[in-house]
């Protein structure tokens, strides 16, 4: 099987916000992005180019959003980041649409990785 083309890059941003209406309000009208709700804890934007999410699931971390990254093979995308000096720091989930986990790099920094079905 080839690897497609968003094999390995940035897929997804997804910001934890202490109020979800607040944080769809500002992007929409600061940015023009369009939102689409998944209940009352998780709201998608899309800005025309990428796509992301507000989550009121979790603590808000100033600073910095939860950068996704897309992965055909998600087990052997963790062998490889474990390999490479990662830890999992939240084990594969499933949630509508797929499965994703999180991990930290070596200096602390969490990302995510998620995989269709």
Not at 67 to 81: E, N, R, W
């Amino acid at each position: 099987m080839s690897a497609s083309a968003n094999d390995r890059r940035i897929d997804y941003i997804e910001f934890v916000v202490a109020d979800l209406g607040r944080a769809r309000a500002f992007y929409a009208a600061a940015f023009g992005w369009t939102m689409t709700d998944y209940g009352p804890e998780y709201c998608a934007f899309a800005d025309g180019r990428l796509e992301g999410g507000f989550t009121t699931q979790g603590t808000p971390h100033p600073g910095g959003p939860l950068v996704i990254l897309y992965a055909d093979d998600l087990a052997a995308t963790q062998s490889a980041i474990e390999a490479a000096g990662g830890r999992i720091v939240k084990p594969a989930f499933d949630f509508p649409g797929g499965r994703r986990f999180h991990f930290a790099d070596p200096d602390g920094y969490e990302l995510a990785v998620w995989s269709k079905g």
